[in-house]
């Protein structure tokens, strides 16, 4: 199975300040379309998951223009240009290469 | 409105069964891969299974192969998740997730708010 990686596990952010997440992927999520297989979900407090990035740098519908997702191979990043107060919660990245897919452990994100 | 409800959870013993459904609205299953997902209380996000919209084919994580069977029934546009020889570590929300339409990728891109299992004695 392929191992996923978060860094940090909490982030302490100030709203207006951007704010960074690592995910690091035990192989390639490299496939031979030239796409890289990797999503990125935020789980707001009590909330069921939604979806932010797919493919690694798509936003999904309605994702706020803030959120931008970057990487190559196994490494990749999810930046927020500006932190608000709504984005706090859980964030996840998922592999979805392979069978089974695997998530990251999470990165909680809080207002400072 | 795209929409996917989730019902069947409760309070099961170990060793028990249950079944969850997942109904959809809004769009017709059988053109999309869906998953089922869930997250045990106060940890992180784990994928149990999908059924391939176009040929039906499952994946399971290791844990649940053959205790848990994902299904769909195109007429009713409703997946579900059949749990036996359930464990006390099969405790969790679990939630269905829409994936992949025929063409293309657009990650899990509608999701239900979740029916409650719990395994105890």
């Known amino acids: 199975d392929i191992v996923m990686t978060q860094s940090p596990v909490s982030l302490p952010v100030t709203p207006g300040e951007p704010a960074s997440i690592s995910c690091r992927s035990s192989?390639?999520?490299?496939?031979?379309?030239?796409?890289?297989?990797l999503d990125w979900y935020l789980q707001r407090p009590g909330q069921s998951p939604q979806l932010l990035i797919y493919?690694?740098?798509n936003r999904a519908s309605g994702v706020p223009d803030r959120f931008s997702g970057s990487g190559s191979g196994t490494d990749f990043t999810l930046k927020i240009s500006r932190v608000e107060a709504e984005d706090v919660g859980v964030y996840y990245c998922?592999?979805?290469?392979?069978?089974?897919?695997?998530f990251g452990q999470g990165t909680k994100v809080e207002i400072k | 409105e795209v929409q996917l409800v989730e019902s069947g959870g409760g309070l099961v013993q170990p060793g028990g069964s249950l079944r969850l459904s997942c109904a959809a609205s809004?769009?017709?299953?059988?053109?999309?891969?869906v998953h089922w997902v869930r997250q045990a209380p106060g940890k992180g996000l784990v994928w149990v299974s999908r059924?391939?919209?176009?040929?039906?084919?499952?994946r399971y994580t290791d844990s649940v192969k053959g205790r848990f069977t994902i299904s769909r029934d195109n007429a009713k546009n409703t997946l579900y998740l059949e749990m036996n020889s359930l464990r006390a570590e099969d405790t969790g929300v679990y939630h269905c997730?829409?994936?992949?339409?025929?063409?293309?990728?657009?990650?899990?891109?509608?999701w239900g708010q979740g029916t409650t299992v719990t395994v105890s004695s």
């Open positions: 493919l690694a740098s």
């Open positions: 192989q390639s999520l490299l496939y031979s379309d030239g796409y890289h297989y």
């Open positions: 809004g769009f017709t299953i059988s053109s999309y891969w």
């Open positions: 998922m592999q979805a290469l392979q069978a089974p897919r695997t």
């Open positions: 997730a829409r994936g992949r339409p025929q063409g293309g990728y657009y990650g899990m891109d509608v």
């Open positions: 059924v391939n919209g176009v040929d039906s084919s499952t």
